[in-house]
């Protein structure tokens, strides 16, 4: 039976959590966290943080075995823009874009 969990809105590009994502799909849980607690990107912490989540969402709605448990599916969505401009030379603004980021970590339980 399968547990997701959700973090919506996080301030960083789609692009830069992707490559984290990369690096732990389809692996066991252990194993996941023992690879984004060495991995130097800012969101290595909010996919892991992430990841807990739903290993304790796992754990506490159904009967599983939390060391059978593996990333069955990981996805990192766009999540908007904040928007805004900066001052530049001679009277312009430039627009600046800030992306955000949902993402969404399934686990099931391997067996």
Not at 61 to 70: A, E, G, K, N, P
Not at 89 to 104: C, E, F, V
């Amino acid at each position: 039976m399968e547990t997701r969990a959700q973090t919506r809105f996080v301030s960083l590009a789609p692009r830069k959590v992707q490559l984290v994502v990369d690096q732990i799909r389809g692996k066991g849980v252990e194993e996941a966290l023992n690879i984004l607690k060495f991995v130097p990107k800012r969101s290595a912490a909010i996919v892991t943080k992430t990841l807990r989540s739903a290993v304790a969402n796992a754990e506490n709605t159904q009967s599983v075995d939390v060391d059978r448990l593996y990333v069955k599916r990981i996805a990192v969505d766009e999540g908007g823009m904040r928007k805004g401009f900066m001052p530049r030379a001679m009277g312009r603004g430039a627009r600046i874009r800030k992306r955000l980021s949902h993402i969404t970590v399934v686990v099931d339980e391997r067996g």
